[in-house]
């Protein structure tokens, strides 16, 4: 697809112009002049479709969601980071962030080199990579905090960035700018970082475990972001602190770290990439010599040749998770797509199961989101892509509305018991079919429960398509492609227990209409 694009959006167009005229015999001269010779021309071009290399990238081709993307920052391996694309014009990728205590950060060396815990909640995202993402240009750090009283206030700094690990990596910070006070520059610049078990401070004692924390401590602290989460505005120095704000010993309720490069160079890398990507081999051999008398050679002539290159590469976001697969993305989580021209979202990706790469467009696992919902909410989706979800009918539609696609349904029940169905063909209308759904071409464990609703439209509460003369999706507390009504059903009520109830989420020919399951996943790739 890249190179049938880039096929198409090469003109290259070359004009040669050889003047060659003189003064010989009729029969020895050309026999028209000007002459407009059309060369035989050579291209080979290789173009490499860059990573972005941050969140900021992200934001300048047009991502305006928060959220969790994968980056490129330089030549090692990419990694996924949480984007921050709304506050103060977006692009910020985040490295730090403490909301709830749910994550110790009270940890040692080695997991604060690598990363841990959770993009979309407390997580910090590791020295090695807060390296990669600073090492080249300048840098831009916000830190956005938080009180228990609902009150906010932030600190910019314009110069931002974290040497490597031989280095302990070493802080560079400066240019404050905000409402916080400056906690960090006026103390902690030029600071090495410690942890329990590597201490690099001024102190003779080990200001990490005196803090209970993690950071880039002097003797030792006015800010501690890394320190002990406590659910109330605790008045302890080991806490969240941030001193020119709330003082030395007045807990965080939030905190936010996030850095985002000051200038603009993404598609500069393209354009420089793409430059010395093409390589136009042009061999033109031009023989114009004669015996005629000197007086009558041709008078030398300079060699112009006009080209003209309009090259125009378009650096095609994957259209799916098959195709983040077949670019060597090995691990599950959520990524950016685009099938067709219409705007980029985001999917959650699988993997690992069968070969990888499927889309995953419906999660059931907790009960912790309401399915019974109305037409609209179907058709634009709703959930947490890690967690349960239904990603929308629409999207549905345009990630299936082209070539053949497999349907795969992973089941389980509160006995732990696993089973699948797979179908080798798979799509969904547009809108203007009600989404309506072509299925069939079974083969799995679970039986087939879903081809009896091939040709059937998707019915809400509030949008009733199915072939009963009542409401199927009332009547089963629930939204699906209903026949006359269901023999599956899993988008009904999630009962937490093995319940026998036939507005569950069931699926008849593997536990029967009534048994309602644990946990369902519905997930597309495409067949070639």
Same mark, same amino acid.
């Given at each position: 697809m890249i190179a049938t694009k880039l096929m198409y959006s090469l003109m290259i167009i070359i004009v040669i112009i050889n003047t060659v005229n003189g003064n010989c015999p009729d029969d020895e001269k050309e026999t028209t002049s000007p $002459?407009?010779?059309?060369?035989?021309? !050579?291209? &080979?071009?290789t173009p490499e479709?860059? *990573?972005p290399t941050d969140c900021k990238?992200?934001?300048?081709?047009?991502?305006?969601?928060? %959220? $969790?993307?994968?980056?490129? +920052?330089?030549?090692? +391996?990419?990694?996924?980071?949480?984007?921050? *694309?709304?506050?103060?014009?977006? %692009?910020?990728?985040?490295?730090? /962030? /403490?909301?709830?205590?749910?994550?110790?950060?009270? /940890?040692?060396?080695?997991?604060?080199? &690598?990363?841990? %815990?959770?993009?979309t909640g407390e997580f910090w995202l590791g020295l090695s990579k807060i390296r990669h993402l600073t090492k080249e240009g300048s840098n831009t750090l916000r830190v956005d905090l938080g009180d228990f009283e609902g009150n906010t206030a932030y600190a910019n700094y314009s110069t931002f960035s974290v040497s490597n690990g031989s280095t302990e990596y070493i802080l560079t910070v400066g240019g404050y700018s905000g409402t916080a006070g400056d906690s960090l520059s006026s103390y902690h610049n030029g600071r090495r970082f410690s942890t329990k078990d590597n201490d690099n401070d001024f102190r003779s004692r080990n200001c990490a475990q005196?803090?209970?924390?993690?950071?880039?401590?002097?003797?030792?602290?006015y800010a501690n972001l890394n320190g002990h989460y406590f659910n109330t505005a605790a008045r302890n120095h080991q806490g969240i602190i941030w001193r020119h704000w709330k003082g030395y010993d007045v !807990?965080?309720?939030?905190?936010? *770290?996030?850095?985002?490069? #000051?200038?603009r160079i993404f598609s500069i890398m393209i354009a420089t990439k793409l430059m010395y990507s093409l390589m136009i081999i042009i061999v033109i051999i031009n023989t114009v010599n004669g015996n005629c008398p000197e007086n009558e050679k041709e008078k030398p002539f300079p060699f112009v040749t006009n080209t003209s290159v309009n090259a125009t590469l378009e650096c095609v976001m994957p259209t799916d998770c098959k195709a983040w697969k077949e670019l060597g993305k090995n691990q599950s989580g959520v990524y950016p797509i685009t099938p067709d021209?219409?705007?980029?979202?985001?999917?959650?990706?699988? *993997?690992?199961t069968d070969g990888g790469g499927w889309t995953v467009f419906q999660r059931r696992q907790d009960g912790s989101v309401d399915f019974y919902r109305n037409w609209t909410d179907y058709e634009n989706g709703f959930g947490d892509l890690t967690g349960e979800f239904w990603l929308g009918l629409s999207k549905i539609h345009r990630l299936t509305k082209e070539g053949s696609n497999t349907l795969r349904v992973d089941l389980e029940d509160f006995e732990g018991?696993?089973?699948y169905a797979n179908y080798s063909t798979f799509s969904v209308g547009d809108g203007s079919t009600e989404y309506i759904l072509t299925v069939g071409g079974y083969s799995g464990t679970a039986g087939d429960s879903l081809t009896w609703h091939n040709g059937r439209r998707f019915t809400t509460r509030d949008n009733d398509n199915d072939a009963w003369d009542n409401n199927c999706a009332e009547f089963r507390n629930g939204a699906w492609w209903y026949n006359?009504?269901?023999? !599956? #059903?899993?988008?009904?009520?999630?009962?937490?227990?093995?319940?026998?109830?036939?507005? %569950?989420?069931?699926? /008849?020919?593997?536990? #029967? !209409?009534?048994y309602t399951l644990k946990f369902t996943e519905m997930k597309t790739r495409r067949n070639n």
């Open positions: $002459v407009v010779t059309i060369t035989n021309t !050579s291209v &080979n071009a479709c860059v *990573m990238a992200w934001k300048e081709l047009g991502i305006k969601q928060n %959220g $969790v993307y994968p980056i490129k +920052p330089d030549n090692g +391996p990419a990694f996924q980071v949480y984007c921050d *694309m709304e506050t103060d014009g977006g %692009g910020w990728t985040v490295f730090q /962030r /403490r909301q709830d205590g749910s994550v110790d950060f009270y /940890r040692n060396w080695t997991d604060y080199e &690598n990363g841990f %815990g959770d993009l005196v803090y209970t924390g993690a950071w880039w401590y002097n003797d030792c602290a !807990s965080l309720k939030f905190s936010e *770290m996030k850095t985002r490069r #000051n200038k021209n219409g705007p980029a979202f985001q999917v959650y990706c699988d *993997m690992e018991n696993t089973a006359q009504c269901a023999f !599956s #059903n899993l988008n009904g009520i999630y009962f937490k227990t093995a319940t026998d109830n036939y507005k %569950g989420i069931n699926w /008849r020919f593997w536990k #029967n !209409s009534h």
